[in-house]
């Protein structure tokens, strides 16, 4: 569960396994804090995102060093991290459409992200991913909705600009 969920937030292997690691590691360290107020699935999907922003903040902090201290970039592989992008389970000729996707649900701000990720990718119910982003259902679906509308425009002016 945190593996695959962080894997939909950083498109990387290594570093999802690496905030496997961390969350874990979190919940080890704070298992005492658990108040219960909700279930420790929800805990942990709320730590495993909060891992994974923290995550993609930091690496953006370290991309705007070196290309402050980098003269050349004219390579686009150094930072294009969706082209490298390798789930396991996605197929080959499936590869290019599921990059498309993910690069437009990065577009979207942190909140329509993690809601597009936990109902559609992970497949949680509409209380369960409200739990765990501390809204309510309503707020979630409103959310959504948006995220959603967001994501078509995305995906429709990308396709335009290829024609």
């Known amino acids: 569960m945190v593996y695959n969920l962080s894997l939909h937030y950083v498109y990387n292997e290594e570093d999802s396994k690496e905030i496997t ?3 874990f590691v979190k919940v080890h360290k704070n298992l ?6 909700s279930s420790i699935k929800t805990w942990i999907y709320r730590m495993t995102i909060n891992t994974c922003l923290d995550f993609i903040k930091a690496k953006k902090t370290i991309k705007r060093q070196v290309q402050q201290n980098t003269k050349d970039l004219s390579d686009p592989a150094v930072f294009n991290k969706i082209q ?8 080959l000729e499936q590869k290019e459409a599921i990059e498309e996707i993910f690069a437009a649900i990065e577009q979207l701000n942190e909140k329509q992200r993690t809601a597009i990720v936990l109902l559609k990718i992970e497949g949680l119910s509409q209380n369960e991913a409200a739990k765990v982003m501390d809204i309510s259902p309503k707020a979630l679906e409103s959310l959504f909705h948006r995220a959603k509308k967001k994501l078509w425009l995305i995906l429709d002016e990308a396709r335009e600009s290829k024609l």
């Not at 005492?32 to 107020?37: A, L, N, P, V």
């Not at 490298?84 to 197929?91: N, T, Y």
């Open 32 to 37: 005492s804090k658990f108040e219960g107020r």
């Open 21 to 23: 690691q961390d969350v």
């Open 84 to 91: 490298d992008f390798q789930h396991p389970g996605v197929l």
